[in-house]
Nanobody, 122 residues
């Protein structure tokens, strides 16, 4: 009933920028905060940034100042603007959100997108 679809990944040179999008669709009543995560080869998935439904944001300390999360509630889309990219930013980036689904009661269910690959070359 609900899908999260990421887009915007690709290959970029160090110092470049990318903007990722995460769009939710389906039988959505409401979406609580949305998060971006990333997972590099051989490493654990790590939290990159989070934005609440009302707008306040949080970031991994190491990424503050380079990454910006924002949302367009009318489009059910959350963005991750990534600037000054480094080779160590190379990873699969995932979005994740708890979603209240039509007909499934008042409790949110956790959804994940399929991921989008970001590769930063040196």
């Amino acid at each position: 009933q609900v899908q999260l679809v990421e887009s915007g990944g690709g290959v970029v040179q160090a110092g470049g920028s990318l903007r990722l999008s995460c769009t939710a669709s389906g039988s959505i009543v409401s979406i609580n905060g949305t998060a971006w995560w990333r997972q590099a080869p051989g490493k654990q998935r790590e939290l990159v940034a989070h934005i609440t439904s009302g707008g306040p944001t949080n970031y991994a300390d190491s990424l503050k100042g380079r990454f910006t999360i924002s949302r367009d509630n009318a489009r059910n889309t959350v963005y991750l603007q990534m600037n000054s990219l480094k080779p160590e930013d190379t990873a699969v980036y995932y979005c994740n959100a708890p979603v209240v689904v039509h007909g499934w009661g008042p409790n949110p269910y956790d959804y994940w997108g399929q991921g989008t690959q970001v590769t930063v070359s040196s």
